[in-house]
């Protein structure tokens, strides 16, 4: 026999299988709609396991327990590391911080004093609108409207909104301000290179780590946490490599004109309220679970005024997080400006009285029936599906 016939094509070797698998994973991004299944997907287990995806009560947990321990308040809470949308936050930081090492992509990312000024006012006004819509983009938005809510369409019209404000007060700033330059330094090739290379030794010692922290909330009895502790490093590692963030849903359509993002939420959602719905309606989770009493002024309201924030911030609530893990220095101090604006405005609204007076709770299947209900936010996704491929051809909606 000749030898081409003879010849076996080699099977390739487990090493070049590993390395082909590891570039697939951590050596290019995510599309966004693979990350709109999956964080759909995700939320509809989290709701079966425990609770559904929140980030806004997490971070002014952190809030409270800040003013409790410089002595400026003396409420009581539950302490960050047992407080489960505090834990779910934790998480999405150190899954964020394993995958950008994995993908050598970790940085401490300083920003020029301007930029790190708009990330502490985005972060400040992202406190006051989650705290008037009892939520942020995820918790008041997202998972509300996944929950059938009507505060969650409210809060999305309302983000909608505030991203258009956000967007023409950055329009101003680059027509009649100076630009912020950034100083960068730039490190000598030689370790830069190899800070490269231990980068994805140094993930693994974070994943490590972060299943160590499971295995620990388990042995205490806590295992609640230890399931959303688990559910917060997957969120974390997703977002990271997809480069996922609501602003962008919010934002781009008006700004670039590009609607990838603005997609893969709507497909998120559509996945989300499917599995929220048959939880509900077969009474295995509580109807009221995340329908808030903020429909419709303090939603839509809250939602205005934390779209600006957002869009100044450069991060939403669970953007800021999964960004801080990435090393972003101007969210953490959105983070910081959320966590003590969250914290004074809700113990404000409720010691003034105002929370109560946001509002009313609106729970869709109740005004309209379940199949309608079901139909009628499916139907919002697919609206804004379609106009966001709409706008990616015609760009009627961009105002830069």
Same mark, same amino acid.
């Given at each position: 026999m000749s030898q081409s016939v003879n010849t076996r094509m080699e099977a390739p070797s487990m090493k070049t299988a590993f390395k082909n698998g590891y570039e697939t994973l951590f050596g290019q991004q995510w599309p966004y709609w693979v990350a709109g299944v999956l964080l759909g997907t995700i939320n509809v287990f989290m709701f079966a396991y425990a609770r559904p995806w929140s980030s806004a009560d997490g971070i002014r947990n952190w809030g409270d327990w800040f003013f409790n321990t410089v002595g400026l308040a003396d409420r009581t809470i539950i302490p960050p590391?047992?407080? #489960?949308?505090? &834990?779910?936050?934790?998480?999405?930081?150190?899954? /964020?911080?394993? *995958?950008? +090492?994995?993908?050598? =992509?970790?940085?401490?990312?300083?920003?020029?004093?301007?930029?790190?000024?708009?990330g502490l006012i985005g972060g400040l006004l992202m406190g006051i609108g989650s705290s008037l819509a009892f939520g942020c983009n995820i918790g008041g938005f997202?998972?509300?409207?996944?929950?059938?809510?009507?505060?969650?369409?409210?809060?999305?019209?309302?983000?909608?909104?505030?991203?258009?404000?956000?967007?023409?007060?950055?329009?101003?700033?680059?027509?009649?301000? #100076?630009?912020? &330059?950034?100083?960068?330094?730039?490190?000598?090739? /030689?370790?830069? *290179?190899? +800070?490269k290379k231990? =980068?994805?030794?140094?993930?693994?010692?974070?994943?490590?780590?972060?299943?160590?922290?499971?295995?620990?909330?388990?042995?205490?009895?806590?295992?609640?946490?230890?399931?959303?502790?688990?559910?917060?490093?997957?969120?974390?590692?997703?977002m990271q490599r997809s480069r996922f963030c609501f602003v962008r849903a919010f934002r781009e359509p008006f700004m670039t004109g590009h609607g990838d993002a603005s997609k893969a939420v709507a497909i998120a959602v559509i996945i989300s309220v499917t599995g929220f719905s048959i939880l509900k309606w077969t009474d295995l989770r509580e109807w009221e679970t995340l329908v808030s009493i903020g429909f419709w002024a303090g939603s839509l309201v809250g939602g205005i005024v934390f779209g600006i924030g957002m869009t100044l911030a450069g991060g939403c609530g669970s953007g800021s997080v999964w960004r801080a893990g990435e090393g972003h220095i101007k969210l953490w101090l959105a983070l910081f400006g959320f966590a003590l604006a969250g914290s004074y405005s809700r113990a404000w609204l409720e010691d003034s009285?105002?929370?109560?007076?946001?509002?009313?709770?609106?729970?869709?299947?109740?005004?309209?029936?379940?199949?309608?209900?079901?139909?009628?936010?499916?139907?919002?996704?697919?609206?804004?599906?379609?106009?966001?491929?709409?706008?990616?051809?015609?760009?009627?909606?961009?105002?830069?």
């Open positions: 590391h047992l407080f #489960s949308t505090s &834990v779910l936050n934790f998480g999405i930081v150190i899954g /964020s911080l394993a *995958a950008a +090492l994995f993908a050598k =992509q970790f940085a401490l990312r300083m920003a020029p004093s301007r930029e790190l000024f708009k997202f998972s509300a409207t996944s929950a059938l809510s009507m505060a969650g369409p409210a809060m999305m019209l309302g983000l909608m909104i505030g991203a258009v404000i956000g967007l023409k007060l950055l329009l101003f700033e680059v027509e009649y301000l #100076s630009p912020a &330059v950034s100083k960068r330094v730039s490190p000598k090739k /030689s370790q830069g *290179a190899d +800070l231990i =980068q994805p030794l140094a993930g693994l010692l974070v994943v490590v780590i972060g299943f160590f922290l499971v295995f620990i909330y388990d042995d205490l009895d806590y295992s609640e946490r230890a399931g959303i502790l688990s559910f917060g490093l997957l969120i974390g590692i997703i009285g105002w929370l109560m007076k946001l509002g009313t709770q609106v729970f869709l299947p109740d005004v309209i029936g379940w199949k309608l209900s079901y139909i009628s936010i499916v139907g919002l996704m697919l609206l804004w599906y379609f106009l966001a491929t709409w706008n990616e051809i015609k760009g009627k909606f961009v105002i830069v």
